[in-house]
């Protein structure tokens, strides 16, 4: 029988290892790719996995047993990225930074029927991952939470503590980054 979020974390409060171990394995590959998809990096993505889990398993004891435990993990995955790009770019946040190349839009490409057309779109989904990498750090992480968390403009803004004017300008530089990019690289027009 599955143990359901609420009650991991019921058997964490209570300092049960099984508990701990449960969470972990439950939701270890999910904030892995979040830290990849925002960090661009293995390493980076590693390390900031294992700060995330320790910053969860202190936080538990203050997490509302009654909210959804995803989209709580979630924040705490993308203020630990955040933090790290922070410290490790600090001009990253500035709009006056030259802008980088793409998006990894994993979510949006489908499967497809014909063969032809599900190479291309695995060519064009290379692409774009290898384009993502480019990015400045905060237009790959608003672009990643607004194209693969499905987070709206206003929980992107609260989530990295940056105006709404500020997230809607790193989306639609980072949108025509992309469409540039592809089209003059690779000749896609999209």
Request: glycine share 6%; with cysteine; charged share 30%.
């Amino acid at each position: 029988m599955a143990v359901d979020d609420k009650q991991l974390i019921l058997w964490c409060r209570e300092g049960r290892e099984e508990g701990f171990r449960q969470l972990l394995g439950r939701y270890e590959q999910y904030i892995y790719s979040l830290c990849y998809r925002l960090t661009g990096n293995r390493e980076d993505a590693l390390d900031l996995t294992q700060e995330t889990f320790i910053k969860v398993l202190n936080g538990l004891k203050g997490f509302q047993a009654n909210r959804s435990f995803k989209p709580w993990l979630r924040q705490v995955t993308v203020n630990a990225c955040y933090n790290f790009l922070r410290r490790r770019d600090p001009e990253g946040v500035s709009l006056e930074k030259p802008m980088g190349d793409g998006l990894a839009l994993s979510d949006v490409l489908q499967a497809v029927d014909d063969p032809a057309r599900e190479v291309e779109w695995r060519d064009t989904r290379r692409l774009l991952t290898a384009a993502m990498r480019e990015l400045p750090p905060m237009q790959r992480m608003v672009l990643v939470l607004r194209h693969q968390e499905d987070m709206s403009y206003q929980e992107i803004a609260t989530a990295t503590s940056l105006p709404l004017g500020t997230v809607r300008t790193h989306l639609f530089r980072g949108r025509e980054r992309l469409r540039r990019e592809m089209v003059l690289q690779y000749g896609w027009e999209g």
